[in-house]
């Protein structure tokens, strides 16, 4: 059977959350009423069909991975996916810098640098003299890093809609077994 890299997703994760749900069970609980050996060999029973639903779906999870592996290769899509990360880390560090001050004119820190050199009051603070703190960047910084920001996120944008295109458009081939054992859970 062959299901699309979306559907693939969809899938490790219903197995994922029913493998949350299957519990070994490693003791019984005995009274003086039971019989128990019986006891014992129910409970047993019960624990080797927990493992072997566990070891079938495990399998199965891993069956689809490495197929999701080989067609992500084929398909490019790692490198869409790295791409994409890297685009992220670049849009926040620009937006960053595009929320910084701008610098005051020249004329406004010549202003308040002289200021400070003619004040006749010795003004020290914890680091020493005082001083003047400015941003280095004017208003044509500022709006260059917005642009940048917005030229990011359009590449991001065009890049995922290829993504998308490739989870929809690659397929993986499944095993026999493995398809019995998603249909046997509802998956397929």
Request: aromatic content about 4%; glycine content about 2%.
């Given at each position: 059977m062959k299901i699309t890299l979306r559907k693939a997703n969809a899938i490790q994760t219903g197995i994922n959350d029913i493998l949350k749900t299957v519990e070994f069970h490693?003791?019984?609980?005995?009274?003086?009423f039971e019989d128990p050996e019986a006891k014992l060999g129910q409970a047993h029973a019960e624990f080797l069909q927990a493992l072997s639903r566990k070891e079938e779906l495990t399998s199965?999870?891993?069956?689809?991975r490495k197929a999701v592996g080989r067609a992500n290769?084929?398909?490019n899509v790692d490198q869409m996916l790295a791409e994409i990360a890297f685009l992220d880390k670049m849009i926040s560090m620009y937006q960053g810098l595009a929320k910084l001050e701008v610098r005051e004119a020249p004329a406004v820190l010549r202003g308040r640098l002289e200021k400070m050199r003619?004040?006749?009051e010795e003004r020290y603070s914890l680091y020493g003299r005082d001083e003047i703190n400015s941003s280095v960047f004017?208003?044509?910084?500022?709006?260059?890093?917005?642009?940048?920001?917005?030229?990011l996120k359009r590449t991001k944008v065009?890049?995922?809609d290829d993504l998308l295109e490739a989870n929809v458009r690659t397929e993986i081939e499944l095993n026999p077994v493995?398809?019995?054992v998603l249909k046997?859970?509802?998956?397929?």
């Open positions: 490693t003791t019984a609980k005995l009274n003086e199965a999870l891993f069956d689809i290769l084929a398909a003619n004040s006749k004017d208003q044509q910084d500022l709006d260059s890093f917005a642009t940048k920001v917005a030229e065009n890049l995922q493995t398809t019995e046997s859970v509802g998956l397929l």
